[in-house]
């Protein structure tokens, strides 16, 4: 069964930090490039970052270059969003996703809310 489960979210003031997981079961890990989006009501959801299976390659949103940093460590299937100033305008429910060829899993996503 597959299974992506994300956790980390929650309150923070601006310019702080938080670090999201997702921890996958189900699947090869390794084989799956990882994504993180953030969908807020009434707008297009949005890639925030992007790793390759073996976290080679990333690459970032031009709202979070620089703060936001996305790893992975492929012994645990894990992948991680190391968020950094934080400002209000990152709040959203941060999903993420696992692509290989066609095959595509979503995580239920966690919900990160910046405001003082």
């Known amino acids: 069964q597959v299974q992506l489960v994300e956790s980390g979210g929650g309150l923070v003031q601006p310019g702080g930090s938080l670090r999201l997981s997702c921890a996958a079961s189900?699947?090869?890990?390794?084989?799956?490039?990882m994504r993180w989006y953030r969908q807020v009501p009434g707008k297009e959801r949005e890639l925030v970052a992007a790793?390759?299976?073996?976290?080679?390659?990333?690459n970032y949103g031009d709202s979070v270059k620089g703060r936001f940093t996305i790893s992975r460590d492929n012994g645990k299937n894990t992948v991680y969003l190391q968020m950094n100033n934080l400002k209000p305008e990152d709040t959203a429910v941060y999903v993420c996703?696992?692509?290989?060829?066609?095959?595509?899993?979503w995580g239920q996503g966690t919900q990160v809310t910046v405001s003082s």
């Open positions: 996703n696992a692509i290989y060829l066609t095959n595509r899993h």
């Open positions: 189900g699947f090869t890990f390794s084989n799956y490039a």
């Open positions: 790793i390759t299976g073996d976290g080679s390659s990333t």
